[in-house]
T-cell receptor, first 109, second 114 residues
Framework: GQNIDQPTEMTATEGAIVQINCTYQTSGFNGLFWYQQHAGEAPTFLSYNVLDGLEEKGRFSSFLSRSKGYSYLLLKELQMKDSASYLCAVLDSNYQLIWGAGTKLIIKP | NAGVTQTPKFRVLKTGQSMTLLCAQDMNHEYMYWYRQDPGMGLRLIHYSVGEGTTAKGEVPDGYNVSRLKKQNFLLGLESAAPSQTSVYFC?????????????FGPGTRLTVL
């Protein structure tokens, strides 16, 4: 079966750095997405990786290792507004998105 | 551009009642999707459409029907609602599903079935 695993919840301090991990087992791989979802709102796109390595976009970076079935989202200089759920999703061989359950990130002052 | 819109935003139904959720997008996207989101679970695909007049089943299609009569609209119907269909429903669209295009989401419909 297809499976995406992420931690359920993480806590971090304002101004710090946090890494959210995602491991996946899917039928085929056509890329991995990270989305941010604030409580009661729709998911919004953060990043996309299809090749191994690190993609940096401002305070957010995303890393992919296809051989290990592993990705992480790195958030630097955390702000209170970063409190949200972070969703990992893999585009499988049928170009369907398979979603993880999401990681709820709590930022404390 | 409004992007992706959904109506209604909230709804309470009694078991056995029917309703239709409407999704509209003004980005001229070909692909549209209906997901449900439940606590502790990832988004699950209910049905999707690869273009006007076409629909296909996703991961959890039972109890739902869809129609895509116009390119910009994608309707999700519940013929006889059940408490297990209590969920948050999201519509999404993308330019072309067989690519790496980002999916754009609507604001969601929060449905409670009593």
């Amino acid at each position: 079966g297809q499976n995406i695993d992420q931690p359920t919840e993480m806590t971090a301090t304002e101004g710090a750095i946090v890494q959210i991990n995602c491991t996946y087992q899917t039928s085929g791989f056509n890329g991995l997405f990270w989305y941010q979802q604030h409580a009661g709102e729709a998911p919004t796109f953060l990043s996309y990786n299809v090749l191994d390595g690190l993609e940096e976009k401002g305070r957010f970076s995303s890393f992919l290792s296809r051989s290990k079935g592993y990705s992480y989202l790195l958030l630097k200089e955390l702000q209170m507004k970063d409190s949200a759920s972070y969703l990992c999703a893999v585009l499988d061989s049928n170009y369907q998105l398979i979603w993880g359950a999401g990681t709820k990130l709590i930022i404390k002052p | 551009n409004a992007g992706v819109t959904q109506t209604p935003k909230f709804r309470v139904l009694k078991t056995g009642q029917s309703m239709t959720l409407l999704c509209a997008q003004d980005m001229n996207h070909e692909y549209m999707y209906w997901y449900r989101q439940d606590p502790g679970m990832g988004l699950r695909l209910i049905h999707y459409s690869v273009g006007e007049g076409t629909t296909a089943k996703g991961e959890v299609p039972d109890g739902y029907n869809v129609s895509r009569l116009k390119k910009q609209n994608f309707l999700l119907g519940l013929e006889s609602a059940a408490p297990s269909q209590t969920s948050v429903y999201f519509c999404a669209s993308t330019q072309a599903g067989d690519s790496t295009d980002t999916q754009y989401f609507g604001p969601g419909t929060r449905l409670t079935v009593l």
